[in-house]
C-alpha cells in the first residue's frame, strides 16, 4: 500500500529535514510539500542538517501549488488535526483508526468529503495519504473536510502542542506497526552475541583456580572451609557465564596469586 506525508504550507526548513528523517526511520518515502515558504526548502542547509542522513527522501520529494496535485494516486486522506471541525471528518487515534482501516471495519459514510466511499479498506494499488498542516496556521477547515478522518494524537490535555517532526514521527510510526500486522513491520534488532558458553570443567577449573587465589589472600581456611566453594560454585552457574568471562575470572585469580607472592 502506497504511503505518502503531505505537509501543506510549511514554514520552517528544520520541520522538512525533520519529517524526512521521521520517515525513513519507519521506512517510508514519499514526501510531497505545498506551497512551502522556501521554493528551495529541500536544498537549504537548516533541512538538509535535520534530516540526519535522510537525504533520499529529501531527494525524491516533490513540491507542487496545490493540494489536488499532492492526492494523485491518493484514496484515502487522513488529516491531523487537534481541534475537531463541526462539519468534519470523524476524529480518531491514529491506533483505533489503522486498525479499523486495515481490518476493513469502516463506514462508507464515514467523512463528508465527496468520495468518501473510499474510506473503505484501501487496495493494495491505493494510496493512504497524511496530511500536515501549517506550523502557523494548522490545516485549513476546507483542508480537513476533504479528508476521512481526523487523526488526533492523544497528547497532555493542559499541553499538546506537538512540533510538526514529532507529529510525523508517531503518525509514521503507528501506521508502521499497524502494517506489520500485514507481515510489512520490522523486527526489532537482537542483542549483540554473548559469546559461547563456558562448559562445566571451565568452570570447575575457574573455581579451582580461585579456590587457590583465595587461599592465598587469606580470605579461604582450608582448615574450614565451610560452604564458600559450593556458594560460589552456584553464584557462577546462576550467571551463566561465557568463556571470555572465565578468562576474566581466571586472570583476576593469577593477579591475586602473583600479589600474594610478591608480598611473602
Known amino acids: 500500500m502506497r504511503t505518502r506525508f503531505i505537509l501543506i504550507q510549511t514554514s520552517h526548513a528544520?520541520?522538512?529535514?525533520?519529517?524526512?528523517?521521521?520517515?525513513?526511520?519507519?521506512?517510508?518515502?514519499?514526501?510531497?510539500?505545498?506551497?512551502?515558504?522556501?521554493?528551495?526548502?529541500?536544498?537549504?542547509?537548516?533541512?538538509?542538517?535535520?534530516?540526519?542522513?535522510?537525504?533520499?527522501?529529501?531527494?525524491?520529494?516533490?513540491?507542487?501549488?496545490?493540494?489536488?496535485?499532492?492526492?494523485?494516486?491518493?484514496?484515502?486522506?487522513?488529516?491531523?488535526?487537534?481541534?475537531?471541525?463541526?462539519?468534519?471528518?470523524?476524529?480518531?487515534?491514529?491506533r483505533q483508526h489503522f486498525e479499523m482501516l486495515l481490518n476493513n471495519?469502516?463506514?462508507?459514510?464515514?467523512?463528508?468529503?465527496?468520495?468518501?466511499?473510499?474510506?473503505?479498506?484501501?487496495?493494495?494499488?491505493?494510496?493512504?495519504?497524511?496530511?500536515?498542516?501549517?506550523?502557523?496556521?494548522?490545516?485549513?477547515?476546507?483542508?480537513?473536510?476533504?479528508?476521512?478522518?481526523?487523526?488526533?494524537?492523544?497528547?497532555n490535555p493542559q499541553f499538546g502542542s506537538l512540533n510538526l517532526g514529532a507529529a510525523v514521527q508517531v503518525i509514521a510510526y503507528e501506521w508502521r506497526q499497524a502494517l506489520a500486522t500485514r507481515g510489512e513491520g520490522f523486527a526489532v534488532q537482537e542483542s549483540a552475541p554473548q559469546g559461547e558458553r563456558a562448559d562445566a570443567a571451565q568452570v570447575a577449573g575457574m573455581l579451582a583456580h580461585w579456590e587457590?587465589?583465595?587461599?592465598?589472600?587469606?580470605?579461604l581456611d582450608p582448615a574450614a572451609p565451610k560452604k564458600l566453594m559450593p556458594r560460589l560454585n552456584q553464584l557462577f552457574n546462576r550467571a551463566q557465564l561465557t568463556q571470555e568471562e572465565i578468562h576474566i575470572l581466571r586472570g583476576v585469580a593469577k593477579s591475586m596469586l602473583q600479589a600474594t607472592q610478591a608480598n611473602r
Not at 542522513?53 to 487537534?82: K, Q, W
Not at 473503505?120 to 494548522?138: D, I, M, N, Q, Y
Open 105 to 155: 471495519e469502516l463506514s462508507a459514510l464515514d467523512g463528508k468529503a465527496p468520495g468518501a466511499d473510499l474510506a473503505r479498506k484501501p487496495s493494495p494499488e491505493s494510496g493512504v495519504a497524511f496530511l500536515f498542516g501549517s506550523e502557523r496556521f494548522g490545516m485549513a477547515n476546507e483542508d480537513v473536510y476533504r479528508c476521512h478522518v481526523a487523526l488526533s494524537i492523544p497528547t
Open 14 to 94: 528544520g520541520n522538512v529535514g525533520a519529517t524526512a528523517r521521521a520517515m525513513k526511520t519507519m521506512g517510508f518515502d514519499d514526501l510531497v510539500l505545498v506551497a512551502p515558504r522556501w521554493p528551495n526548502v529541500l536544498r537549504k542547509e537548516e533541512t538538509i542538517q535535520r534530516a540526519s542522513g535522510a537525504l533520499d527522501v529529501l531527494a525524491h520529494a516533490r513540491i507542487v501549488a496545490t493540494l489536488d496535485e499532492a492526492l494523485e494516486g491518493v484514496s484515502h486522506l487522513c488529516a491531523t488535526a487537534m481541534t475537531p471541525r463541526d462539519f468534519g471528518p470523524p476524529t480518531r487515534t491514529p
Open 212 to 219: 587457590q587465589a583465595l587461599t592465598g589472600i587469606g580470605f
